[in-house]
Structures are given as structure tokens and as C-alpha cells.
């Protein structure tokens, strides 16, 4: 009898976690089996998903769909039309419980929905973004007083560029603090030295808690496991600088709280943002209403601050290492440079046009680095059409942006590093409107119009003055990211020299 009960619930056990989570519907994308709780292990034990990805994409078209751990099938969307047109409207904006246990711990979410801006789900983050956006904007996101915000940026980083000529350097993480210096003086109205104690803890903050994040880690495959192996699942080497993240911020906002007067013209991002909450005090319905205002901007920040040390910063460390790999693009782009901008002042948001070369090789490098590889995940809010298939509301969707950007249909000879790809027979620059890097749809970035600036000023300046070489051991660095949740420049050693006027 005994053995018949253990039978009977083995069968059941079975039913539910292998046969439910793995079959595959009609009209559902295709995928291989996965095994009984652990899914397609054999992706999860490979170098890494977006290589993992790559073969089932071969194998199964794509788009495909797969078990990731114990839970239901996701589907990997790595087609251009597809993707635009499935996250053009609402139904593809909301973010999976899967990756919403996360946010109770850093978001003040409740494990379906969180506060901010990346979490946030419906009314709630529509006007969340859509205020943010115009608060950012006041203060020069995307306006000429921007530019010399970041202009100031370079200015004090090339000073500390010139001590360092002729020394071996190392550039992952070396943007960090001048780029997050112009969000944040936007945000906070002040900002901060390069060498800023504090905010170079934050800022190793925000690398921890990217290089941690791994989403082949127990805790992201299997959440629960935080509560019995904290330490072993990967859940408080993640937690330790999300707090130091978070306190940081706080204490930003006790200080501005302190002396904010809300009959005043705001400082900046932040007195604008408690301008509103103090103008929701008879709103209830508001996401700046109250205590969840206050939230909202806490964790706002927290976003913002993530996109800006992740984007730029780590887009321009990949700039350099492509730019000691490929020095002959490296020597057309400061020939444009020279002839069209000159030597003796920095570059400016309106040379853009003149400078067709660099353009198309940044646009490359946002190709080839494709940073955001696999997006931010959505579940579908209702049953939703794929090209040929259908998925049902509750389903999991991965926006596979490489599978993409290195999609030989759309970018031809996809594994070459090559800027004239963006370019006419003329030598004008060409854009390329499948060129996603920066994601499609509602939840496009956020930033894009400051990290694109940012890029441009930086990376151009950077040309101008110096020209990067390998390291004094004359090897020349590895191209391959780290890859953990995004695509991250690989730790490596460059060295450069002033450029001859």
C-alpha cells in the first residue's frame, strides 16, 4: 500500500513539475523538453545564455520557447519584426514574478509589482516615466545646458588621462564616475570628484551587484533557496551592496528633505520630484501620493543611477578595447576628427553632422557590444501573436536584442567589427532603424537621448586627444564580455599617448 502511495504521488509530482511546465501548447513556439525541475539544464550549464540562446536559435528558428529551472516555458523572441511588433503596445510592458521576488528586498515591491521606474507595472509606471522624463528634461536632460554638463565631465577626466600617459591602465569601471557625475548633478544639483570617496563606494556597489548577477545563480533559478542557503544561492553577496546602494541614496534624500521648501523653484530632479509629491497630498490615486511618492523617487533613483553606471560607462570601456583592436578605424575616425572638429577644442552635439565616420563606428559599437542582450524580461498581460505562433497571457518573454544585432539578414557578416555598414557610397552616414540596441517599444531606455549625447562627447574627445594602444606587454586584449545579466567590457590593460598637434 505504502509503495502504491509513493507511486501515486510521484506520478502527480511528475504531472504537475515536468508534463504542465514542459509540454508545449498548440500554436506555441517550439523548444526542446526540459527534465523535472531543473529544466534545459544543459543552458544553464553552458558558458552563458546568450551563447546557450544562440544554438537553440539555430536549432528551433527564432523564436523558440524553453524551460529555465522549475519554471513554465519561456519564449525567446530573436527576430526584429516579430519583437517590434509584440512590444509596441501594453501588452508586453509588464514585468514576470519570476524576477519580481528581488525587488521586496530593494524596491519595496510585494513579489508581483515593485516602486521606480524598471519594476513598476501599469498606471503606476506610466506616470512614473512619463514625470520623470519632463522633470529630467527641466534640469537638461537632452537641452544645450546638458552639454556643458558633460563638456565640465571631460574636461577634469582628460586632466586625469594626461598623468597616466604612457602607463599601462585599466579600463573596466574607468568612466564610471564621470559619467554618473552628469546624471547625478542633474538629480542632486552638486556634483562630486572623481575621487569621491562616496560615491566610488556606490559606484562598487553597482559593479557588485552586476557581476553577482548571474542569472544562471540558484537564487534566480530557484528563489526559495534564499531562505534556506542564503550565503550558498547567491542571494546576500547580492544584497550586501544593493544595501549600500540604497543607503546612499537615503541619506541623499534626508538632506534634500531638510532643506526643501516646496513654495520654492526647484533645485533640481529631486525638489522637483518632492514638488509633486506635495502637490498628490490630496490624491490618493497618485504613484506620488504619500510614503509610495516617496518610494517611487528612492527607487527612481536606484534605476537611474544602474542605467547610467551600466550603459555609457560600460559602452565606452568596450570603445577603447575595439579601438586598440581595430587601429586602422581607430586613425580614420581622428583623421574625420581633425579635419571637421580641429584639435583645440572638445567636440560638441553639433558636429554630429559632419562627422559621418564616427557616427557610424559608435553605432557599431552599440551593435557589436550589444550590452542589453537579453532586455529586462515581460510577461504578457493577455494572449499575444508572434509572428506564426501565440503565447497565452502569463508567459514569460526574452527579448533576445543580440540574436539581432547580429542577425546576418539584417547586418551582413554580423561576427566583423565594421563601421561602413552604417554608411552610404558616399560616405553619409546611414542609420540603421534595426539597430536596437537600446531595446523597442514602451519600455525602450529610459536614457537614451543622455546616454547617446554622453557617448558621442566622450568618445569623440577621447579620440582627439589620445590614441589607445595595446599594453606594454604588446598583447592585445581579449573582445570577449563578461557576461552576466548584460554584457559587461572584460577586465582589461590598454595604455595610449597624447596626440601630436
Sequence with gaps: MFLWIVLVLCVLFLYKYWYLKTRIPSKFPPGPIGLPVVGCYDILSGPNLNASFARLHQKYGSVFSVNLGPSDRFVIIGDHDILVESFKDMSLTTRPEIIQWFNVYSRYGDGHTARGLMFSEGDEWLEQRRVTLRHLRDFGFGKTGMEALILNEIQELLEVMETEIGTDVRFKGKFNSSIINVLWTIMTGRRCSLNDPKMQEVIHAVDEVVSQSNPTALVNIFPPSRHVIPGLSGFTAIMIPIRRMIAFIQDTLNDHQASHDPNAEPRDF???????????????????????????????????????????????????????????????????????????????????????????????????????????????????????????????????????????????????????????????????????????????????????????????????????????????????????FIRQAPDFMASFKRRQL
Design 270 to 484: 529631486i525638489d522637483a520630484h518632492l514638488n509633486k509629491i506635495h502637490e498628490s497630498e490630496s490624491n490618493p490615486s497618485s504613484s506620488f501620493h504619500g510614503q509610495i511618492g516617496l518610494q517611487n523617487l528612492e527607487v527612481s533613483m536606484l534605476d537611474l543611477f544602474f542605467a547610467g553606471v551600466e550603459t555609457t560607462s560600460n559602452v565606452l570601456s568596450f570603445s577603447v578595447l575595439y579601438m586598440v583592436n581595430f587601429p586602422d578605424i581607430q586613425e580614420k575616425m581622428f583623421q574625420e576628427i581633425k579635419a571637421k572638429i580641429g584639435l583645440y577644442r572638445l567636440p560638441s552635439m553639433n558636429d554630429r553632422p559632419d562627422t559621418p565616420y564616427t557616427e557610424a563606428v559608435i553605432q557599431e559599437i552599440l551593435r557589436y557590444s550589444a550590452i542589453a542582450a537579453l532586455g529586462i524580461f515581460r510577461v504578457s498581460s493577455r494572449d499575444v501573436q508572434l509572428g506564426p505562433y501565440q503565447i497565452p497571457k502569463g508567459t514569460t518573454v526574452f527579448s533576445n536584442l543580440l540574436a539581432v544585432l547580429r542577425d546576418p539578414k539584417i547586418f551582413p557578416d554580423p561576427e566583423k567589427f565594421d563601421p561602413t555598414r552604417f554608411l552610404d557610397k558616399d560616405g553619409n552616414f546611414q542609420k540603421n532603424e534595426k539597430n536596437i540596441a537600446f531595446g523597442t517599444g514602451k519600455r525602450d531606455c529610459l536614457g537614451k537621448s543622455l546616454a547617446l549625447a554622453e557617448f558621442y562627447i566622450f568618445f569623440a574627445a577621447l579620440i582627439q586627444k589620445f590614441e589607445f594602444l595595446p599594453p606594454s606587454s604588446g598583447e592585445i586584449p581579449d573582445l570577449e564580455p563578461d557576461t552576466t
